[in-house]
């Protein structure tokens, strides 16, 4: 993670009663928060985060139990309680000794009402992407109209239209429609 952010973050590990697992990288998620049978309190990230995706993966998730504990697990995982106790948890660190000049303001722009994950934030993903170690991946706008490309579980897809944001893509082997947003990373295997 960002060296200014240190500090601040293991001050959040401490005061929370924290368990933090750092784990192997899963493709559907970047981290999770969940309270262990004992009463501890759990929660992974995946090592294969940038250390400003991780950063705020990890506070994300420190704000899931913060909200949980303050207002009890009946709210909505990621509703406006949740919302809120992530926008506090996260203002400390949104400042130009932890986050880049030009990441910032997408950062910013973001917690104005921040989503269940940065990911659906196609141009904040984007920015943030651009500190993840060289792959020879695509993103689905970069490719044409027509495209074939293989997505992470090996399923072929045809790109199709563009929605207002999202892009529709024809499933290869069913024929089934499906949403992708512009910055979803795929293999590209024939355009």
Same mark, same amino acid.
């Given at each position: 993670?960002?060296?200014?952010?240190?500090?601040?973050?293991?001050?959040?590990?401490?005061?929370?009663?924290?368990?933090?697992?750092?784990?192997?990288?899963?493709?559907?998620?970047?981290?999770?928060?969940? +309270?262990?049978?004992?009463?501890?309190?759990?929660?992974?990230?995946?090592?294969?985060?940038?250390?400003?995706?991780?950063?705020?993966?990890?506070?994300?998730?420190?704000?899931?139990?913060?909200? /949980?504990?303050?207002?009890?697990?009946?709210?909505?995982?990621?509703?406006?309680?949740?919302?809120?106790?992530?926008?506090?948890?996260?203002?400390?660190?949104?400042?130009?000794?932890?986050?880049?000049?030009?990441?910032?303001?997408?950062?910013?722009?973001?917690?104005?009402?921040?989503?269940?994950?940065?990911?659906?934030?196609?141009?904040?993903?984007?920015?943030?992407?651009?500190?993840?170690?060289?792959?020879?991946?695509?993103?689905?706008?970069?490719?044409?109209?027509?495209?074939?490309?293989?997505?992470?579980?090996?399923?072929? /897809?045809?790109?199709?239209?563009?929605?207002? +944001?999202?892009?529709?893509?024809?499933?290869?082997?069913?024929?089934?429609?499906?949403? /992708?947003?512009?910055?979803?990373?795929?293999?590209?295997?024939?355009?």
């Amino acid at each position: 993670m960002p060296e200014r952010a240190v500090q601040p973050c293991a001050s959040l590990i401490k005061e929370n009663f924290v368990h933090l697992k750092i784990v192997g990288d899963r493709v559907t998620r970047h981290g999770d928060y969940r +309270k262990l049978p004992n009463g501890l309190h759990q929660i992974t990230v995946n090592a294969s985060l940038n250390k400003y995706r991780f950063l705020i993966t990890l506070v994300h998730e420190i704000a899931h139990l913060v909200a /949980f504990e303050k207002y009890g697990r009946r709210i909505k995982p990621h509703g406006l309680e949740w919302k809120r106790t992530f926008q506090l948890l996260m203002l400390p660190f949104i400042r130009p000794e932890i986050f880049p000049g030009k990441v910032l303001p997408l950062i910013a722009n973001h917690f104005k009402n921040p989503r269940a994950s940065s990911d659906t934030d196609a141009k904040l993903s984007l920015a943030l992407k651009q500190f993840d170690a060289a792959t020879n991946k695509t993103y689905v706008f970069q490719l044409p109209l027509g495209s074939i490309f293989r997505i992470y579980n090996g399923k072929l /897809f045809k790109k199709g239209n563009k929605r207002i +944001k999202r892009y529709e893509c024809i499933e290869l082997s069913t024929g089934k429609t499906y949403i /992708f947003q512009p910055n979803t990373e795929v293999e590209l295997i024939k355009d």
